[in-house]
């Protein structure tokens, strides 16, 4: 079953400045239509709490919750789908374990590992990292735009249709050339979050690539 993918999406990441729930809240008053809460230090309990306030912004302003790694709340929340960081995951058992009603998406570095998402399922990939960025530990190498450029003739070579956004260290000016080579959209966080005007951030943003 296809997905709709937004173009945009917003992840939240733990900052002292603001609270994952407050990203939430000013990046969909600022028109996100996606927000990927990426929690990764708190217990169940916390977790669910973040995510049900979140969930309720989202309802609110109508945009898609996705939770990254923690597919055990399936059904405990209102989530829409899932964001699956570890890029040797075996997808046909997640979309098993989820089911089709949910999204599913994954990371990857490589054309190959973009390919095996593609044929296990998964409904989008955020494929990285694109330069140097410190929201999450990544010894990859950097793909630059060549490494876009690449992956998106392979893709049509193959005939795969998945859609792929730019994630890690992309900012306002990289997106231009990024979209040329063909991706599908951009994936954004401390860009974003750590912007001194978070709201005028996201919303220039949302300009370039809607």
């Keep these: 079953m296809k997905k709709y993918i937004e173009k945009l999406h917003f992840i939240t990441h733990d900052i002292p400045q603001h609270s994952h729930i407050a990203q939430a809240q000013i990046a969909c008053e600022a028109g996100a239509k996606w927000i990927q809460y990426r929690c990764l230090s708190k217990a169940d309990d916390d977790l669910l709490a973040d995510i049900n ?103 049509k070579r193959a005939n795969i249709d998945l859609p792929i956004l ?17 991706i599908y959209g951009i994936a954004a966080s401390s860009a974003i979050n750590q912007a001194t005007d978070m709201h005028e951030a996201y919303s220039g943003f949302y300009k370039a690539v809607i």
Excluded at 122 to 136: E, I, L, Q, R, S
């Design 166 to 182: 730019a994630v890690g260290g992309v900012t306002l000016t990289d997106i231009p050339q990024l979209l040329a080579t063909g």
């Design 53 to 155: 306030t979140i969930a309720e912004i989202c309802d609110d302003w109508g945009a898609t919750l996705i939770v990254t790694n923690h597919i055990h709340l399936k059904g405990k929340a209102d989530i829409q789908g899932f964001h699956i960081e570890d890029m040797d995951a075996d997808f046909i058992a997640l979309r098993k374990q989820l089911g089709e009603e949910y999204t599913l998406g994954g990371s990857s570095n490589t054309i190959e590992n973009l390919i095996r998402l593609a044929s296990e399922g998964a409904d989008y990939a955020g494929f990285g990292p694109f330069k140097v960025t410190t929201t999450k530990p990544n010894n990859a190498p950097l793909l630059g735009v060549r490494g876009y450029e690449d992956a998106i003739e392979a893709l």
